[in-house]
Nanobody, 116 residues
Framework: QVQLVESGGGLVQAGESLRLSCAAS????????MGWYRQAPGKQRELVAR???????VYVDSVAGRFTISKDNAKNTLYLQMNSLKVEDTAVYYC??????????WGQGTQVTVSS
């Protein structure tokens, strides 16, 4: 059973930064793919950024150049550095991990609110 615990969300003003963390139970090297998704009120959950084992990060166009996804295998943690935040970035952010077996796991989410 994989457990993912997100943290780092909060209330900030537009233009400020936040760093989200996703701590996994056990080694993250077993994951084929890890990513951050977000869901705003009334909208579907969407991919924000992902990083595959041995691959390059991929970002949705709306955050490219502002957000950076990274992972620390020693700490079993996935990060999302969010700079130059915009009001439209307001959402609940979820961490996802996909194992090589195809099993997908989700965290409980962390709220990010950006005020104007």
């Amino acid at each position: 059973q994989v457990q993912l615990v997100e943290s780092g969300g909060g209330l900030v003003q537009a233009g400020e930064s936040l760093r989200l963390s996703c701590a996994a139970s056990g080694s993250i090297s077993r994951f084929y793919d890890m990513g951050w998704y977000r869901q705003a009120p009334g909208k579907q959950r969407e991919l924000v950024a992902r990083i595959r084992s041995g691959g390059s990060p991929v970002y949705v166009d709306s955050v490219a150049g502002r957000f950076t996804i990274s992972k620390d295998n020693a700490k079993n943690t996935l990060y999302l550095q969010m700079n130059s935040l915009k009001v439209e970035d307001t959402a609940v952010y979820y961490c996802n991990a996909l194992q090589f077996s195809g099993i997908s796991s989700w965290g409980q989410g962390t709220q990010v609110t950006v005020s104007s």
